[in-house]
């Protein structure tokens, strides 16, 4: 069962992020700002425009940053290798809503360490809960993955 929750819930943080580059290249990331609960090597859910996706969260000199976010787990480690050509639905993203490098944008968090949205600041989104996947049958997938 799932819920939905509007990014004006009191159940949702809102934080102001930001887009920059990614590396050398003229893509937009995502930079995540200080104050939200994540880390390096998180593999989060990120709804743009109402859709799950998935991403990584890297970092560099400056922080805490989302390059891409794809349709699913696979193509989600398939773009981070020099034979993966997902689509980045970021990038998408920005292209859709005119956000530039250096443009704000905020970051909700739906579900600390798991669910995030991502909206144009001024909007309103509303995002749909859902659980999270069972840690076991997780940790099975991923060794499957990793073999």
């Given at each position: 069962m799932s819920d939905r929750l509007a990014s004006d819930a009191a159940e949702v943080t809102s934080h102001r992020a930001r887009l920059a580059r990614s590396g050398g290249t003229r893509l937009p990331c995502l930079r995540i700002p200080e104050e939200a609960d994540l880390s390096a090597g998180d593999e989060i859910r990120l709804v743009l425009d109402g859709d799950q996706r998935h991403a990584t969260v890297t970092s560099d000199s400056k922080g805490l940053l989302v390059r891409g976010a794809y349709d699913d787990r696979k193509r989600m480690r398939e773009a981070g290798t020099a034979g993966g050509d997902a689509e980045n639905r970021l990038v998408e993203w920005a292209?859709?809503?005119?956000?530039?490098?250096?443009?704000?944008?905020?970051?909700?968090?739906v579900d600390p360490g798991?669910?995030?949205?991502?909206?144009?600041?001024?909007?309103r989104a509303v995002y749909t809960v859902t659980k999270r996947p069972d840690k076991g049958l997780q940790d099975i997938a991923n060794s499957l993955y990793d073999s």
């Open positions: 292209r859709e809503h005119d956000r530039e490098p250096g443009d704000a944008v905020e970051l909700d968090e798991y669910l995030y949205g991502l909206c144009v600041p001024g909007e």
